[in-house]
């Protein structure tokens, strides 16, 4: 599965990196070329020698290296992808501040590949701002942050900030990489919608939303990236992606026209808009005066969309919605699969900061209908996209092209 990938794995003082170790192992196993990297803390933790035994090649450790007069860039450069297991906030901390204290921290620094941190700390040093802000800082720049779970920790305690399960790390460092590989949406199609709509209430007036498009453009343009021939059905003026066939739309009737028709030949359809739930049952044909007082406005339903996406869904075809809540958004996020048809719902807290309409950055939770649930801690919408996409392709190659299962639906 990984025949071919380099792999660097960057191990640093913790105890937790005895883990590594699995990691390792099961990289390998998978069929990675394991470059490992340990700092001189990670060595006080796990030996150099038992590393060195199972992965592709002996640990590294210094950056002056007799034979190779500039390891700190060649590392880094041939990697397709660079894992630290676990990460240290002192680790983190050099690396969201640019300081290059070592082989690893010049590693990361000087690698245009994709990399992925486990932290893994002490309740009080997780939860402290400065260690939050330096992965929020990285998140922000593209970096892919294995979240801790809780548990017990050093020295009996229990909390937060114990390293994520080996498992969950390697599918993590495997998805990065079929990412990073370019082709895993290669002649798929995927239709996506983008932005608010606009319902008219007269000429010159709309009801309309605060979405920005950011999280749909970013979808579509991961996909493209990823090799699909990508529809984006959108309503705002963003750049789009080379190659796509982009749809301006402004109303949700236009949407649900554009969308249906493109969804027939469509592989995966995201639904990212926010589409208007009522338009005025009636637009004014001329503009409506204010010297005619407030205008007694007379809403009806617009087309469910992804509803109705649900009840035509073409064999295989997977379909994602999107759930923008005020509050917590699990349970809406849940009867949405259900109602709606869905294989994904992505959930964002849209008042949470740092989350939601207008920004660069989301923070999302993606349930499957698999009862599988993704959580995306403040990312970038880049990065979101890639989560999002990363469970699509999971769904696809669980159903299999020819899954003609139709969804389970308990509301109408
Ligand atoms: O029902 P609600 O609007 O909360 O559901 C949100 C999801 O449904 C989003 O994926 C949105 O794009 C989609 N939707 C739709 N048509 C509508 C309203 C929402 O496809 N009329």
Wanted: include cysteine; aromatic fraction near 2%; glycine fraction near 10%.
């Amino acid at each position: 599965m990984l025949a071919g990938r380099r792999v660097v794995l960057g191990v640093t003082g913790g105890i937790a990196a005895y883990k590594a170790v699995e990691v390792c192992r099961r990289l390998v196993d998978l069929g990675a070329h394991v470059v490992p990297v340990m700092t001189e803390d990670a060595t006080r933790f796990v030996g150099e020698v038992t590393l060195s035994a199972l992965a592709s090649e002996p640990v590294q450790r210094s950056l002056w290296r007799e034979q190779d007069p500039i390891p700190h860039t060649a590392l880094g450069q041939q990697a397709d992808l660079v894992v630290v297991v676990p990460a240290t906030a002192r680790f983190l901390g050099t690396y969201a501040a640019g300081i290059s204290d070592g082989l690893l921290a010049a590693t990361v620094l000087a690698t245009r590949a994709p990399v992925v941190v486990c932290p893994a700390m002490h309740t009080e040093m997780w939860e402290h701002p400065a260690v939050q802000e330096n992965l929020a800082t990285l998140r922000r720049r593209g970096v892919h942050v294995v979240e801790p779970g809780s548990g017990r920790l050093a020295g009996g305690d229990v909390g937060t900030g114990r390293l994520a399960d080996p498992v969950d790390i390697v599918a993590a460092v495997t998805a990065r990489l079929a990412r990073s590989g370019g082709a895993d949406l290669a002649g798929v199609t995927v239709v996506v919608s983008a932005g608010g709509t606009r319902e008219a209430i007269d000429p010159v007036r709309f009801i309309t939303n605060r979405s920005s498009g950011k999280q749909g453009h970013a979808i579509a343009d991961a996909a493209a990236a990823r090799g699909a021939d990508v529809v984006l059905v959108t309503t705002v003026a963003r750049p789009v992606p080379a190659g796509a066939t982009v749809v301006r739309v402004d109303t949700a009737a236009e949407m649900a026209d554009a969308v249906l028709a493109a969804a027939e030949h469509a592989d995966v359809v995201v639904m990212a808009a926010a589409v208007a739930d009522f338009r005025p049952a009636v637009a004014a044909p001329v503009k409506l005066r204010k010297t005619d007082g407030p205008p007694q406005l007379v809403l009806e339903p617009t087309v469910d969309i992804l509803a109705e996406l649900g009840r035509r869904r073409r064999p295989g075809q997977v379909l994602v919605g999107f759930a923008a809540e005020t509050g917590d958004p699990e349970e809406r996020a849940l009867q949405k699969l259900r109602s709606k048809g869905a294989d994904l719902v992505v959930a964002n807290d849209v008042a949470a900061p740092g989350s939601g309409f207008d920004g660069d950055t989301n923070a999302v939770t993606i349930y499957g209908a698999d009862g599988r649930r993704t959580v995306v801690g403040l990312s970038s919408k880049g990065e979101v996209a890639g989560a999002v996409l990363d469970r699509v392709v999971a769904c696809r190659a669980a159903r299999g092209p020819d899954d003609v299962t139709p969804p389970t639906r308990s509301d109408p």
